[in-house]
């Protein structure tokens, strides 16, 4: 069983910078992919970006070029750099894991993605 746990969120300014880390702890052997979602109020669950074990990441468009997602050789943790915040960036932020094609969080609808962590764009 593994869990994930964010963390890093809190309130910035519009232009600011959040580190966002995703720690994962128990039977993490088998990983192959992590990714970040996340909710703004009202609006559905997104991807926002995902790293798999060949190196290659994905972005949202409206996150290129200003959010980078990277985690350690191991798989324990997950972080995702966002740089040049927007107001549109408020969500709730939430980390992922996948072994094989089975994602941790979300399977067959399942609610299980946690708190997540809150991150705040406002002036």
């Known amino acids: 069983q593994v869990q994930l746990v964010e963390s890093g969120g809190g309130l910035v300014q519009p232009g600011g910078s959040l580190r966002l880390t995703c720690a994962a702890s128990?039977?993490?052997?088998?990983?192959?992919?992590m990714a970040w979602y996340r909710q703004a109020p009202g609006e559905e669950r997104e991807l926002v970006a995902s790293?798999?074990?060949?190196?290659?990441?994905n972005y949202a468009d409206s996150v290129k070029g200003r959010f980078i997602i990277s985690r350690d050789i191991t798989w324990n943790t997950a972080y995702l750099q966002m740089n040049s915040l927007q107001p549109g960036d408020t969500a709730v932020y939430y980390c992922n894991a996948r072994y094989a094609n089975y994602w941790i969080k979300g399977r067959n609808g399942m609610d299980n993605w946690g708190k997540g962590t809150l991150v705040t764009v406002s002036s």
């Open positions: 128990g039977s993490i052997f088998g990983i192959n992919a």
């Open positions: 790293i798999l074990s060949n190196g290659q990441t």
